[in-house]
């Protein structure tokens, strides 16, 4: 497959995306006659681009209310930055998966004595490239393509044979009353992490406030604190200060 084939069949799941709303994976390997990995590599470039958000099976359009103030990478890069200077020296990690999550990995070299563990092989292998690298741990388990990351009974015993300081996790969507929410259904994860890490840190952009989202992932008495960027309002600072939940401003 030629670099142009790829990027013919990529503009044309966006065009069919527009279209329709939503897309499957099930949908496009049908439509494109290609592999699932292939399609779903697609699907993953085509987030990193910000051109869509993946959830369980498919993908669903940017919504057209999000408008960033700055470059999406220069504000991840800010939360990535100020999440990571959190961290002390023999602080023992978790990074849960995620575009938000990954960006605080260039940020953690030359920690002493720092252990991280992942469920994502994303960061791993970031985590293993940096110049002065952490103690690296894997949670194993039963790998799930659309998260590119590990899930099941496995991770979750496996987080819960250790004691961490902090727990560093995304959000799909953050619901002012409630708390964060996921288009992943596989959560239970998540919430293992957070029973097992002194701190729970929320990672996002000030964009996911207020977008709607069923799935409920991580309850304001979960959370320790939010990492996000300028954006973020005075009325949604406060409403989630009133939950007890410390905002910290990237």
């Given amino acids: 497959m030629t670099k142009r084939n790829t990027q013919q069949r990529r503009n044309l799941i966006m065009q ?123 949670t194993g388990g039963t790998y799930d393509p659309s998260s590119e990351s590990f899930q099941g009974s496995v991770a979750e015993q496996s987080i819960s044979s250790y004691d961490f300081d902090y727990l560093f996790i995304g959000a799909d969507g953050i619901d002012l009353s409630r708390g964060t929410t996921t288009f992943n259904e596989l959560r239970n994860l998540s919430r293992v992490m957070a029973q097992n890490a002194r701190k729970v840190v929320v990672v996002a952009e000030a964009s996911k406030v207020g977008r709607r989202i069923p799935n409920l992932e991580l309850q304001w008495q979960d959370i320790h604190t939010l990492v996000t960027d300028s954006t973020l309002t005075d009325d949604q600072k406060d409403t989630i200060e009133s939950h007890g939940v410390e905002i910290k401003i990237a």
């Fill in 16 to 138: 069919q995306l527009q279209q329709h709303g939503e897309i499957t994976v099930e949908e496009l390997v049908s439509r494109h006659q290609t592999s699932e990995v292939t399609i779903r590599k697609d699907l993953s470039e085509l987030e990193r681009s910000g051109l869509l958000i993946r959830k369980f099976g498919g993908a669903i359009p940017i919504p057209k209310e999000i408008v960033e103030d700055r470059p999406a990478n220069e504000a991840l890069e800010s939360i990535g930055r100020s999440a990571a200077s959190m961290i002390k020296d023999y602080s023992r990690v978790i990074l849960d998966s995620g575009r938000t999550t990954t960006a605080i990995v260039p940020f953690l070299s030359g920690r002493q004595g720092l252990v991280v563990m992942t469920n994502s092989l994303d960061s791993a292998n970031q985590l293993l490239a940096l110049e002065k690298p952490p103690s690296l741990l894997m």
